[in-house]
């Protein structure tokens, strides 16, 4: 043990040494990011071979770790931070975020409790009806933070479960009770579907209904499917709607689907992990109608709102609903605050809670509601800009309306039986991705082969657009 590296940490002179190594590391990084190849060109098992097998016995110093996350890890990334990132849904990590996770870090603040991190807890609350007013969103809702919309999304409907009269699912479990049923578009994301797996409504025990020709739910098949299963002696319990769905970001009818489940007395679940950011623009704010009517919208800054992973939020008009799903409160967790102020422990699964409040609420104040606001702004002109390319463009179409940042397209290929076209597209697809200047995904829709070109990393600009549209029209004249 040298005097650099006593028992329990670095020398606080190496810490502040090193801090400014990486830091100068990380701003060359963000700076450069442009010029790595955007996906990855690792292959599978390859990062692993170049790894140590076992840990080692002595003490490194972290200079020599760091350039091991230069030579190994740096390129073994996707780079999700790289303003030509357009696959999924674009995100991205600004400054005040990263030295958010730095504080966060060094505070290692465990926000399970009130009394273990007050100041994480009250800055939850407070920064969460922050993000409210900015979406538009009705007073009185409650906001608590969750790691992934996956998680949000199947406490909210296990708190919908635990709101069916009669059932008391959480003491007795399910086992030889009411047959649930719940509802979601056809278009929905997995993770609704997955909540229903992990909640015992099984995958049977969620009902997809079909979409209109814009991809949104269509909200009188739903009435429909509600009073078949009423007649089959089915329980309905809850719907999930999605505004902003993985592949077209269709929006389903909100208000239209309120009416069915205010009629029906089901808990209304939107889902606006990506599309709620857009709210906080003025004039997009009608993406959110209908959501006051909600029981609870999960949304992810995470996604669109210029915050890195993880940040998702759960907001619901009935917090006591899901407290008392979740809340299971042993003696070792009783304080004397219990009745002067929430832990937020007892609004999920999850005991321990990262304190990451901290690095919403530094984004919103160092680029403030306008500054946020121009950026989605910008990206909608974006997407609209290439949306205008591709309908010029006789080699391609446009397969679904662009309400914000993401555009559905495909190369034609006229001539070509579908299989074909398909294979053509993916082969167009992974020509652009292994250039390293772009990353886009894809989807399908009608049975059919389509990709898509999502905006929202906050360093995207027009040129990484339009040189996207350069490299997909040369591969497409490539593949004929
Ligand atoms: C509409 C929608 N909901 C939920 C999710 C899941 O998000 P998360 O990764 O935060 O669980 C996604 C992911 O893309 C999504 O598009």
């Known amino acids: 043990v040298s005097p650099d590296q006593p028992l329990g940490d670095v020398a606080v002179e190496v810490f502040r040494a090193e801090a400014h190594r ?11 990011a442009e010029r790595l190849p955007v996906l990855s060109r690792v292959r599978p098992g390859q990062v692993a071979a170049t790894l140590p097998k076992a840990p080692p016995a002595s003490a490194e110093p972290l200079s020599t770790i760091l350039a091991d996350v230069e030579r190994v890890v740096l390129p073994g990334l996707t780079h999700w931070n790289h303003p030509g990132f357009f696959a999924y849904f674009a995100n991205s990590s600004p400054a005040p975020a990263i030295l958010a996770e730095m504080l966060a870090a060094a505070f290692n603040a465990n926000a399970m409790l009130w009394k273990t991190a007050p100041a994480a807890t009250e800055l939850e609350l407070v920064v969460l009806d922050w993000l409210r007013q900015l979406l538009g969103l009705p007073e009185g809702l409650f906001g608590v933070i969750h790691d992934t ?9 296990a708190a919908a479960r635990e709101a069916v009269p009669g059932l008391d699912v959480r003491r007795r479990g399910l086992v030889g009770q009411a047959r649930l049923r ?15 797996i992990v909640l015992g409504i099984g995958q049977e025990g969620l009902r997809k209904i079909p979409v209109d020709d814009a991809f949104r739910m269509d909200a009188a098949a739903l009435g429909r499917a509600i009073a078949k299963d009423r007649a089959a002696g089915f329980t309905p319990f809850a719907v999930t709607a999605t505004v902003g769905t993985t592949s077209t970001t269709s929006h389903d009818p909100v208000p239209a689907i309120a009416e069915v489940c205010a009629r029906e007395g089901l808990w209304l679940h939107v889902d606006t992990a990506y599309a709620g950011a857009a709210a906080a623009v003025p004039e997009l704010r009608s ?10 919208l999960v949304v992810n800054p995470h996604k669109w709102l210029f915050v890195p992973l993880d940040l998702s939020v759960l907001y619901t008009r009935r917090p006591e609903v899901v407290r008392g799903a979740f809340s299971l409160v042993p003696d070792y967790l009783r304080t004397p605050e ?3 102020a929430p832990n937020l422990m007892d609004y999920g699964v999850a005991l321990g809670r990262r304190f990451r409040a901290l690095k919403l609420w530094m984004v919103l104040r160092a680029f403030g509601t306008e500054g946020i606001a121009a950026r989605l702004r910008e990206h909608v002109r974006l997407a609209r800009l290439f949306r205008s390319w591709v309908e010029a463009d006789a080699a391609f179409e446009v397969v679904a ?6 555009v559905c397209f495909r190369a034609r290929f006229p001539g070509q039986p579908a299989e074909e076209a398909d294979r ?7 020509a652009v991705n292994e250039s390293g200047e772009a990353y886009l995904s894809h989807t399908r829709l009608a049975g059919r082969t389509v990709l898509r070109l999502a905006i929202g990393n906050i360093r995207t600009e027009e040129r990484h657009v339009r040189r996207a549209w350069e490299l997909l029209r040369e591969a497409a004249r490539r593949l004929g």
Request: with cysteine.
């Open 182 to 196: 719940m509802y979601a578009s056809d278009h929905a994301h997995s993770s609704v579907e997955k909540a229903g």
């Open 424 to 430: 053509r597209n993916e082969a167009l697809m992974d």
């Open 149 to 157: 919309a996956s998680t949000a999304t199947l406490v909210a409907l």
């Open 22 to 32: 990486f830091v100068d590391w990380i701003a060359r990084y963000l700076a450069e």
């Open 287 to 296: 993406v959110l109608e209908g959501c006051e009517r909600a029981d609870s």
């Open 401 to 406: 309306p662009t309400p914000l940042s993401v």
């Open 338 to 340: 219990d009745a002067l």
